[in-house]
């Protein structure tokens, strides 16, 4: 990938994650990466493919966080790797989680079966912990695992550190 490449796509993320993807036109992408707006053009057919663009990646950097996770055979260590995750991820990656966020709201690039392999190792585990409703408390700690994520993104992580802890304390 060429420099001015990873440029527009850095600056699109930035842009998408903080503003709204229908909010950033693609002369404020190009201004951002320090390009033409017709390179931008030259790289990808569209504004909606530059957007399919990072979405790709994001895939892909998705199964990179999630694979500790579902091949853990542990039942306790998934569900503590679980509650720890959002805590790991550095500030730099906080725009590429906050695009993944926002997109969730808008249907045609909404997965209700991205989180699916995650939450079905969470109800293994609550299983072989014989907790009484597994599923139910898999989709329970997935969201609250979610709205801690979203609590870090937006006010850093010192303003979840408690919720870590008690969610450990609470999962023994």
Same mark, same amino acid.
């Given at each position: 990938?060429?420099?001015?490449? %990873?440029?527009?796509? $850095?600056?699109?993320? %930035?842009?998408?994650?903080?503003?709204?993807?229908?909010?950033?036109?693609?002369?404020? #992408?190009?201004?951002?990466?320090?390009?033409?707006?017709?390179?931008?053009?030259?790289? +990808?057919?569209? $504004?909606?493919?530059?957007?399919?663009? #990072?979405?790709?990646?994001?895939?892909?950097?998705?199964?990179i966080?999630?694979?500790?996770?579902?091949?853990?055979?542990?039942?306790?260590?998934?569900?503590?790797?679980? #509650?720890?995750?959002? +805590?790991?991820?550095?500030?730099?990656?906080?725009?590429f989680?906050?695009?993944?966020?926002?997109? $969730?709201? @808008?249907s %045609?690039?909404?997965?209700?079966?991205?989180? $699916?392999?995650?939450?079905?190792?969470?109800?293994?585990? +609550?299983?072989?912990?014989?907790? @009484?409703?597994?599923?139910?408390?898999?989709? +329970?700690?997935?969201?609250?695992?979610?709205?801690?994520?979203?609590?870090?993104?937006?006010?850093g992580?010192?303003?979840?550190?408690?919720?870590?802890?008690?969610?450990?304390?609470?999962?023994?």
């Open positions: 990938m060429t420099d001015k490449k %990873e440029n527009i796509l $850095k600056a699109a993320l %930035e842009l998408f994650a903080n503003e709204g993807y229908n909010a950033v036109s693609t002369n404020a #992408i190009a201004k951002k990466a320090g390009v033409s707006e017709g390179l931008i053009f030259r790289h +990808f057919e569209n $504004k909606k493919a530059l957007l399919d663009s #990072i979405m790709q990646m994001a895939e892909q950097k998705i199964n966080v999630f694979a500790p996770i579902l091949f853990e055979t542990d039942p306790l260590n998934v569900i503590h790797h679980s #509650i720890s995750l959002p +805590f790991q991820i550095e500030e730099s990656e906080y725009d989680w906050r695009l993944q966020f926002k997109l $969730k709201w @808008q %045609e690039y909404y997965n209700v079966d991205k989180m $699916k392999p995650v939450i079905d190792k969470f109800i293994w585990a +609550f299983t072989m912990l014989g907790y @009484q409703n597994p599923a139910l408390e898999a989709t +329970f700690l997935e969201q609250i695992i979610e709205t801690i994520s979203i609590g870090i993104l937006r006010n992580k010192e303003s979840q550190l408690n919720y870590q802890q008690f969610l450990i304390n609470k999962y023994q």
